[in-house]
């Protein structure tokens, strides 16, 4: 059975984006403080994938 990680980190945004592992990190803040701005709990050093997809790709409009 895969294993379905609704968690993107720091190493899977810089290689996706193509950026070092510092700023993924400095880009994930970010994400997050939306989040918790927002009202929903955050991981530190963590960005859920489905809100990853929708700020930087657009998705789910």
């Given amino acids: 059975m895969d294993k379905i990680n ?3 980190t720091a190493d899977e945004v810089a290689e996706e984006l ?4 510092g700023h993924a990190y400095k880009l ?3 994400l997050n403080e939306e989040l918790d701005q927002a009202g929903y709990l955050t991981v ?3 960005v859920p994938r489905a ?3 929708k700020k930087i790709f657009g ?3």
């Fill in 28 to 30: 994930i803040r970010t």
């Fill in 44 to 46: 530190a050093g963590k």
């Fill in 6 to 8: 609704y968690m993107m």
């Fill in 18 to 21: 193509g950026i070092s592992k």
């Fill in 51 to 53: 809100y990853w997809e």
């Fill in 59 to 61: 998705y789910g409009d």
